[in-house]
């Protein structure tokens, strides 16, 4: 736990930026486009404030690969080379722990079974490896990327499992195995070099396989097909082995085929991904988004290609993201051009010819429209759409600026057109939004045509309480009493002297205080009463023990209680030199401040239901007795008041 660093473990999965004491980017666990998502690095805990979760390393990687606590430490365990000493397992007993694991442990075998096949038998060597070494392919990038052969015989993989212990039902599963009609079973892949598709921490999860026939009716790319470990809309090929590289240069290429992500990687261009022979996604920039905000695009030479990929990238757009083009001449993928130029050119060739999506967008369609007025009209559309899908306003602004020269038409009339087309946007929003609020209320309607009341009726409203008399967080002592905690997680084993105090530390020191004190909020409660136990057990506990807890709850409370989405700006030191004092600086204003805050609200529930009771009261002289204890707490809410500076009116 002490090796497993949290900016290190989300930093492999979430472009962190610093910002004041905290790292913040983009939440992987829900769509955003604004951070909320913050990791304290003293605390070693991520909190998001937009969807609430929160924890330490090993809580991220259980809730970002939906893995167990022994799963998620053996991840640990492994990215930090820390041996974790277990019973040895057979395949049998490993895939009877998890079906899901099985999965995995099949994949992660057939790879194994098509990198011996390529490297070590004569049909691999002869067929296999010789077409990548045609290619030009270096050993070093084929082992990288553990690409295989599969022979070109019906079940010799299949065969190979089962002798190792492997179960067809999981074969078949992941669709490295097929069962025809009659019930026989056969390779999925035969006869054709293979791509291991990893996920994001790199594991095996599905493959791409090429055959080598020329024969027109046999398919050149078979995929896996989905299963409960592979998702294609969600996976992006090359992502384990770039991600380091698209963090450090912030941008990622993005090609179209495993090919040419090994091509780009033997270019010594490492921050390259490709979308699994599928369209892309939004999922799928999404995860680009993660580590970077900006995207090249590789392209081929296919005119036709190029303008039909174009009417899809606006998504990317959408998502905040900045895409930059690259096209190569004359018919040629990135894989061809590369070995056809060589690395250094290659390299050369991609710094040099980077466009922005829009202008690039907007030259390759005037040039098919020529001089056609109603072609012309129709790209301006076009172009305009796509930069009504950028969400940043000033962005969007340069783009009509430059748009304006390259279309030649008024930067005016751009700026009309795509005011008009957001507007039409939220107004579309707008309606669906309210169709939606319809069907839901419809049930909640009167049948005599009546308005529906506003509220409930008076008689469920009390002085106290809220509708049905229950109170809302800001009516009863919920925030008080979380301040309590917050200041217990924060300063409760820290050791003061001040003046009319007794040495000792902050935590008994709020305990003591508040012993008359009871708390109504569960959790608050459940907190403070195991506080109590461990001073009562002679220690001291710090916000880490709660933050660890085993309770999710108390977990969460204290994750939730020991962040902060806001920080202070260090220009106002830096640039303005004004200094300003946090709690910190006089603790003992700061816990006294919560103690008498959570008091005040106690005590003032307490007149409160004494004024009630003696309203109440028939009897004169219970009602003198009921004052009097009225007059008293009075007195105490005087005292508590004059502490905190308040003014008391009536």
């Given at each position: 736990?002490?090796?497993?660093?949290?900016?290190?473990?989300?930093?492999?999965?979430?472009?962190?930026?610093?910002?004041?004491?905290?790292?913040?980017?983009?939440?992987?666990?829900?769509?955003?486009?604004?951070?909320?998502?913050?990791?304290?690095?003293?605390?070693?805990?991520y909190k998001?404030?937009g969807c609430?979760?929160?924890?330490?390393?090993?809580?991220?990687?259980?809730?970002?690969?939906?893995?167990?606590?022994?799963?998620?430490?053996?991840?640990?365990?492994?990215?930090?080379?820390?041996?974790?000493?277990?019973?040895?397992?057979?395949?049998?007993?490993?895939?009877?722990?998890?079906?899901?694991?099985?999965?995995?442990?099949?994949?992660?075998?057939?790879?194994?079974?098509?990198?011996?096949?390529?490297?070590?038998?004569?049909?691999?060597?002869?067929?296999?490896?010789?077409?990548?070494?045609?290619?030009g392919?270096?050993?070093?990038?084929?082992?990288?990327?553990?690409?295989?052969?599969?022979?070109?015989?019906?079940?010799?993989?299949?065969?190979?499992?089962?002798?190792?212990?492997?179960?067809?039902?999981?074969?078949?599963?992941?669709?490295?195995?097929?069962?025809?009609?009659?019930?026989?079973i056969?390779?999925?892949?035969?006869?054709?070099?293979?791509?291991?598709?990893?996920?994001?921490?790199?594991?095996?999860?599905?493959?791409?396989?090429?055959?080598?026939?020329?024969?027109?009716?046999?398919?050149?790319?078979?995929?896996?097909?989905?299963s409960?470990?592979?998702?294609?809309?969600?996976?992006?090929?090359?992502?384990?082995?770039?991600?380091?590289?698209?963090?450090?240069?912030d941008?990622?290429?993005?090609?179209?085929?495993?090919?040419?992500?090994?091509?780009?990687?033997?270019?010594?261009?490492?921050?390259?991904?490709?979308?699994?022979?599928?369209?892309?996604?939004?999922?799928q920039?999404?995860?680009?988004?993660?580590?970077?905000?900006?995207?090249?695009?590789?392209f081929?030479?296919?005119?036709?290609?190029?303008?039909?990929?174009?009417?899809?990238?606006?998504?990317?757009?959408?998502?905040?993201?900045?895409?930059?083009?690259?096209?190569?001449?004359?018919?040629?993928?990135?894989?061809?051009?590369?070995?056809?130029?060589?690395?250094?050119?290659?390299?050369?060739?991609?710094?040099?010819?980077?466009?922005?999506?829009i202008?690039?967008?907007?030259?390759?369609?005037?040039?098919?429209?020529?001089?056609?007025?109603?072609?012309?009209?129709?790209?301006?559309?076009?172009?305009?759409?796509?930069?009504?899908?950028?969400?940043?306003?000033?962005?969007?602004?340069?783009?009509?600026?430059?748009?304006?020269?390259?279309?030649?038409?008024?930067?005016?009339?751009l700026?009309?057109?795509?005011?008009?087309?957001?507007?039409?946007?939220?107004?579309?929003?707008?309606?669906?939004?309210?169709r939606?609020?319809?069907?839901?209320?419809?049930?909640n309607?009167?049948?005599?045509?009546?308005?529906?009341?506003?509220?409930?009726?008076?008689?469920?409203?009390?002085?106290?309480?809220?509708?049905?008399?229950?109170?809302?967080?800001?009516?009863?002592?919920?925030?008080?009493?979380?301040?309590?905690?917050?200041?217990?997680?924060?300063?409760?084993?820290?050791?003061?002297?001040?003046?009319?105090?007794?040495?000792?530390?902050?935590?008994?020191?709020?305990?003591?205080?508040?012993?008359?004190v009871e708390?109504?909020?569960?959790?608050?409660?459940?907190?403070?009463?195991?506080?109590k136990?461990?001073?009562?057990?002679?220690?001291?506990?710090?916000?880490?023990?709660?933050?660890?807890?085993e309770?999710?709850?108390?977990?969460?409370?204290?994750?939730?209680?020991?962040?902060?989405?806001?920080?202070?700006?260090?220009?106002?030191?830096?640039?303005?030199?004004?200094?300003?004092?946090?709690?910190?600086?006089?603790?003992?204003?700061?816990?006294?401040?919560?103690?008498?805050?959570?008091?005040?609200?106690?005590?003032?529930?307490?007149?409160?239901?004494?004024?009630?009771?003696?309203?109440?009261?028939?009897?004169?002289?219970?009602?003198?007795?009921?004052?009097?204890?009225?007059?008293?707490?009075?007195?105490?809410?005087?005292?508590?008041?004059?502490?905190?500076g308040?003014v008391?009116?009536?």
């Amino acid at each position: 736990m002490d090796t497993a660093r949290i900016e290190e473990v989300v930093g492999d999965f979430v472009h962190l930026k610093k910002r004041g004491t905290s790292l913040i980017g983009n939440c992987p666990f829900h769509g955003e486009k604004t951070p909320s998502f913050h990791v304290s690095v003293t605390k070693g805990i991520y909190k998001c404030f937009g969807c609430g979760k929160g924890g330490d390393s090993v809580r991220f990687i259980m809730d970002h690969e939906k893995y167990s606590y022994p799963e998620a430490l053996k991840f640990l365990a492994n990215k930090y080379n820390i041996e974790v000493q277990e019973t040895e397992l057979t395949p049998q007993d490993a895939e009877a722990q998890s079906a899901k694991e099985s999965l995995y442990i099949v994949s992660q075998f057939a790879a194994a079974f098509f990198v011996k096949q390529l490297w070590e038998t004569d049909e691999g060597k002869s067929i296999g490896l010789s077409y990548f070494k045609e290619r030009g392919f270096r050993e070093d990038i084929l082992k990288k990327f553990e690409v295989g052969y599969s022979p070109d015989v019906w079940d010799a993989m299949t065969q190979s499992a089962v002798s190792a212990g492997h179960k067809l039902e999981f074969l078949e599963s992941t669709g490295l195995s097929i069962k025809n009609d009659n019930g026989k079973i056969y390779d999925r892949f035969r006869g054709r070099v293979m791509f291991p598709i990893h996920n994001f921490t790199g594991r095996i999860i599905g493959f791409g396989g090429r055959t080598l026939k020329t024969d027109k009716n046999v398919p050149k790319y078979v995929n896996s097909p989905e299963s409960e470990i592979y998702h294609k809309s969600n996976v992006l090929y090359g992502l384990f082995h770039a991600k380091k590289a698209i963090r450090d240069s912030d941008n990622c290429y993005l090609a179209e085929g495993y090919a040419d992500v090994l091509s780009v990687h033997q270019a010594g261009i490492e921050n390259v991904v490709a979308s699994s022979g599928t369209s892309l996604t939004v999922e799928q920039i999404k995860l680009i988004g993660r580590f970077t905000q900006n995207i090249t695009i590789l392209f081929d030479g296919d005119a036709a290609g190029i303008k039909a990929s174009l009417r899809g990238l606006d998504m990317i757009l959408e998502e905040g993201l900045n895409v930059k083009i690259v096209s190569f001449p004359d018919g040629h993928d990135p894989d061809s051009y590369m070995h056809h130029v060589g690395a250094g050119a290659f390299k050369t060739y991609l710094e040099q010819n980077r466009k922005d999506f829009i202008l690039y967008k907007a030259n390759v369609l005037l040039k098919d429209a020529g001089n056609d007025p109603i072609k012309r009209a129709g790209i301006i559309r076009d172009i305009v759409e796509s930069i009504a899908k950028i969400p940043d306003p000033i962005k969007a602004s340069v783009f009509v600026r430059e748009s304006s020269s390259l279309l030649e038409i008024e930067e005016r009339i751009l700026m009309s057109e795509l005011n008009k087309m957001r507007s039409n946007k939220v107004k579309k929003n707008f309606e669906s939004n309210q169709r939606a609020n319809n069907n839901t209320s419809n049930q909640n309607t009167f049948s005599s045509g009546a308005p529906e009341p506003l509220g409930p009726p008076d008689d469920l409203w009390d002085d106290t309480a809220g509708p049905s008399g229950q109170q809302s967080a800001a009516e009863n002592d919920e925030n008080q009493e979380k301040e309590i905690v917050r200041l217990l997680l924060a300063y409760g084993h820290e050791f003061v002297n001040w003046d009319n105090i007794d040495d000792m530390y902050i935590g008994p020191f709020i305990m003591q205080n508040l012993a008359d004190v009871e708390f109504e909020n569960a959790l608050c409660k459940k907190i403070i009463d195991h506080y109590k136990t461990e001073i009562d057990k002679g220690r001291l506990p710090t916000a880490n023990h709660f933050i660890k807890h085993e309770e999710r709850d108390i977990a969460d409370l204290a994750i939730t209680l020991s962040t902060s989405e806001y920080a202070l700006s260090e220009n106002w030191l830096n640039k303005h030199l004004i200094y300003v004092k946090d709690e910190s600086m006089n603790l003992k204003a700061t816990v006294l401040g919560g103690i008498f805050h959570l008091k005040k609200r106690k005590v003032d529930k307490i007149l409160t239901n004494l004024l009630k009771e003696i309203k109440e009261e028939k009897d004169t002289d219970n009602q003198m007795i009921l004052m009097q204890r009225y007059g008293v707490i009075k007195g105490v809410e005087r005292e508590i008041s004059k502490f905190l500076g308040s003014v008391i009116v009536k």
